[in-house]
Nanobody
Framework: QVQLVESGGGLVQAGGSLRLSCAAS????????MSWFRQAPGKEREFVAA???????YYADSVKGRFTISRDNAKNTVFLQMDNLKPEDTAVYYC????????????????WGQGTQVTVSS
């Protein structure tokens, strides 16, 4: 079993930055695909960014050039640096882990965190 705990969310003005962290425990996740998803009120959970075991990164078009995903395998932690935030980025952000390759579909992921709220004011 893998437990994931997100942190770093909060309230920020448009144009600001936040850095989310996802700390994993229970198992080393160095060989897992690690991803971030988000879910806004009344909307489906959507893919944001992923990083596979070799460090290859994938991004949703809506965040490309503004968000950066990274991982520190020594600390069993994944990060999401979010710059130039927009009000439409407001959502609960979830960390997820998959044994398989990168996927946009949430159903492909094996483990989830509880989420952290990100609110961007205009």
């Amino acid at each position: 079993q893998v437990q994931l705990v997100e942190s770093g969310g909060g309230l920020v003005q448009a144009g600001g930055s936040l850095r989310l962290s996802c700390a994993a425990s229970g198992r080393t996740v160095g060989t897992y695909t690690m991803s971030w998803f988000r879910q806004a009120p009344g909307k489906e959970r959507e893919f944001v960014a992923a990083i596979n075991w070799s460090g290859i990164r994938y991004y949703a078009d809506s965040v490309k050039g503004r968000f950066t995903i990274s991982r520190d395998n020594a600390k069993n932690t994944v990060f999401l640096q979010m710059d130039n935030l927009k009000p439409e980025d407001t959502a609960v952000y979830y960390c997820a882990a998959a044994l398989g390759p990168w996927a946009r579909n949430p159903s492909e992921y094996d483990y989830w965190g509880q989420g952290t709220q990100v609110t961007v004011s205009s």
